[in-house]
């Protein structure tokens, strides 16, 4: 039975998907999978090592099949947050209620996390060339391009840490406002997202690829949560007492875990790569 004209047959969609898919990424990214079962074989033991392990299953063999079958996705809107969402809820959900130690299978469970993200984005986002020609932009114009986004987000970011000071002033009929906390906190979104634009602009190129856009939002986050990290025992008993250490572990993990769905989310609608 001849097909219709201009229908093409299932396997040859796969097979275009596939060839679109960049090379050296699918190499690195099944490298951290090999590392990722390279730390469950070595350094998780128990019902950790199982939960993992089976989730390694799902995630890194089920998210790139399903991302073939649904196709190429030019704006991923905010789709890459929902699989973040997922693959949070897939690997690090399981872990935190199995009993202890679970330092290392927490290390895996974020190197997962990130694994699934990026597996599922070059299956399904596609590649900037595919959609449209790339842009010559220069240096300044990318540097313009990050600062002013990161602006914005430092802007958004000071209405929602000021909107919280009103509504803890008004609960507990005390004035906030009279110390130095909420302005230390604008300072430092300010100084965060200045930061984190310059180092998105300079790494904007990257942006051609799905990996490189993960690597740039993780990068730009970094002086984000930096600053507000350094803040914190400024203007917080509890963290009074933190080191420098546990600081810098904790803009680390929010990096991680924030600066690659959000750089994803970006990707096309604003980064005109």
């Given at each position: 039975?001849?097909?219709?004209?201009?229908?093409?047959?299932?396997?040859?969609?796969?097979?275009?998907?596939?060839?679109?898919?960049?090379?050296?990424?699918?190499?690195?990214?099944?490298?951290?999978?090999?590392?990722?079962?390279?730390?469950?074989?070595?350094?998780?033991?128990?019902?950790?090592?199982?939960?993992?392990?089976?989730?390694?299953?799902?995630?890194?063999?089920?998210?790139?099949?399903?991302?073939?079958?649904?196709?190429?996705?030019?704006?991923p809107?905010?789709?890459?947050?929902?699989?973040?969402?997922?693959?949070?809820?897939?690997?690090?959900?399981?872990v935190?209620?199995l009993?202890?130690?679970?330092?290392?299978?927490?290390?895996?469970?974020?190197?997962?996390?990130l694994?699934?993200?990026?597996?599922?984005?070059?299956?399904?986002?596609?590649?900037?060339?595919?959609?449209?020609?790339?842009?010559?932009?220069?240096?300044?114009?990318?540097?313009?391009?990050?600062?002013?986004?990161?602006?914005?987000?430092?802007?958004?970011?000071?209405?929602?840490?000021?909107?919280?000071?009103?509504?803890?002033s008004?609960?507990?009929?005390?004035?906030?406002?009279?110390?130095?906390?909420?302005?230390?906190?604008?300072?430092?979104?300010?100084?965060?997202?200045?930061?984190?634009?310059?180092?998105?602009?300079?790494?904007?190129?990257?942006?051609?690829?799905?990996?490189?856009?993960?690597?740039?939002g993780?990068?730009?986050?970094?002086?984000?949560?930096?600053?507000?990290?350094?803040?914190?025992?400024?203007?917080?008993?509890e963290?009074?007492?933190?080191?420098?250490?546990?600081?810098?572990?904790?803009?680390v993990?929010?990096?991680?875990?924030?600066?690659?769905?959000?750089?994803l989310?970006?990707?096309?609608?604003?980064?005109?790569?």
């Amino acid at each position: 039975m001849s097909r219709p004209r201009g229908v093409r047959p299932a396997y040859a969609h796969a097979e275009s998907l596939q060839s679109a898919v960049n090379p050296v990424e699918r190499s690195v990214l099944y490298a951290m999978v090999a590392a990722y079962y390279v730390i469950l074989a070595l350094a998780v033991t128990g019902m950790d090592r199982i939960v993992l392990a089976v989730a390694g299953v799902i995630g890194f063999g089920g998210l790139p099949l399903l991302a073939i079958r649904w196709g190429r996705l030019d704006r991923p809107g905010k789709e890459p947050i929902a699989i973040w969402l997922g693959a949070t809820l897939l690997f690090l959900l399981p872990v935190a209620f199995l009993p202890p130690p679970r330092g290392h299978a927490f290390l895996a469970a974020a190197l997962a996390i990130l694994c699934a993200q990026g597996l599922w984005a070059i299956y399904r986002y596609a590649p900037p060339s595919v959609v449209r020609p790339t842009r010559h932009r220069s240096l300044g114009q990318d540097l313009r391009w990050g600062i002013r986004w990161g602006l914005a987000t430092a802007l958004l970011f000071s209405l929602y840490a000021l909107g919280i000071f009103v509504f803890a002033s008004v609960g507990a009929r005390t004035n906030y406002f009279a110390s130095n906390s909420p302005w230390l906190v604008v300072v430092s979104y300010f100084a965060g997202g200045i930061g984190g634009g310059v180092i998105a602009g300079l790494l904007r190129p990257l942006a051609r690829w799905a990996l490189g856009t993960m690597v740039m939002g993780i990068l730009a986050a970094f002086p984000v949560y930096g600053a507000v990290a350094l803040i914190m025992p400024l203007i917080d008993e509890e963290s009074a007492g933190m080191s420098l250490h546990e600081l810098l572990l904790i803009t680390v993990a929010c990096a991680l875990m924030i600066g690659p769905p959000a750089a994803l989310s970006f990707r096309r609608g604003h980064s005109d790569d």
